[in-house]
């Protein structure tokens, strides 16, 4: 049972555009969420995250938006970047597990 | 800045044989993680380790084994390597569970033919 889902495998977009990255999860108790990018062979590196407490969090170019209620959050990108092209993984935990529930990735291609 | 390494980026093992992974990080982290990353299911839990010689099953624990003897070393073991294990492998370390940040290590392809 896939508990953090990311529908979309693939998104292309033009650069200084803006990206917009959906992630579904189905546990109420996660209370905090990450997103990380992956670069081919490389390992994930962190990028934002945000605490079940708040609706967003920003971070220079990087938006994370929490739905609580539609237990859905997206990243927002903008402007998108050609440096940006990459995996994006979405990720959660609940406090009394410590485990990261992680999606299965979406692949972003920022055209120049 | 934290680093996390991997004893190796490619490795080809045989079906049956005994496979080591290891992990090191330096930033006097508690907790090691090994997941692995598999196309269209996103990066999986497989052990981690909250403590020396401490370790919790994650969601796919079948078919390995971990070892932590020390803080800055976190191993995985396939003791029975098969075809299905074909896998890019993964380590991670962070400071606190659950609401910090991990840091991820290069990863090994690890290729069981």
């Known amino acids: 049972d896939q508990q953090v889902k990311q529908n979309s495998p693939s998104l292309s977009v033009q650069e200084g555009r803006i990206s917009i990255l959906n992630c579904d999860y189905t546990n109420s108790m996660f209370d905090y969420f990450l997103w990380y990018k992956k670069y081919p062979a490389e390992g994930p590196t962190f990028l934002i995250s945000?605490?079940?407490?708040?609706d967003k969090n920003e971070d220079g170019r990087f938006t994370v938006f929490l739905n609580k209620s539609a237990k859905h959050l997206s990243l927002h990108i903008v402007p998108s970047q050609p440096g940006d092209s990459a995996v994006y993984f979405c990720a959660a935990s609940s406090g009394n597990t410590g485990k990261l529930i992680f999606g299965q990735g979406t692949t972003l291609q920022v055209k120049p | 800045d934290v680093k996390v390494t991997q004893s190796s980026r490619y490795l080809v093992k045989r079906t049956g044989e005994k496979v080591f992974l290891e992990c090191v990080q330096d930033?006097?982290?508690?907790?090691m993680f090994w997941y692995r990353q598999d196309p269209g299911l996103g990066l999986r839990l497989i052990y981690f380790s909250y403590d020396v010689k401490m370790k919790e099953k994650g969601d796919i624990p079948e078919g390995y084994s971990v070892s932590r003897e020390k803080k800055e070393r976190f191993s995985l073991i396939l003791e029975s390597a098969s075809t299905n294990q074909t896998s890019m492998y993964l380590c991670a370390s962070s400071l606190a569970l659950g609401w910090d940040e991990q840091y991820f290590g290069p990863g090994t392809r690890l290729t069981v033919t």
């Open positions: 930033m006097d982290h508690e907790n």
């Open positions: 945000i605490s079940s407490i708040k």
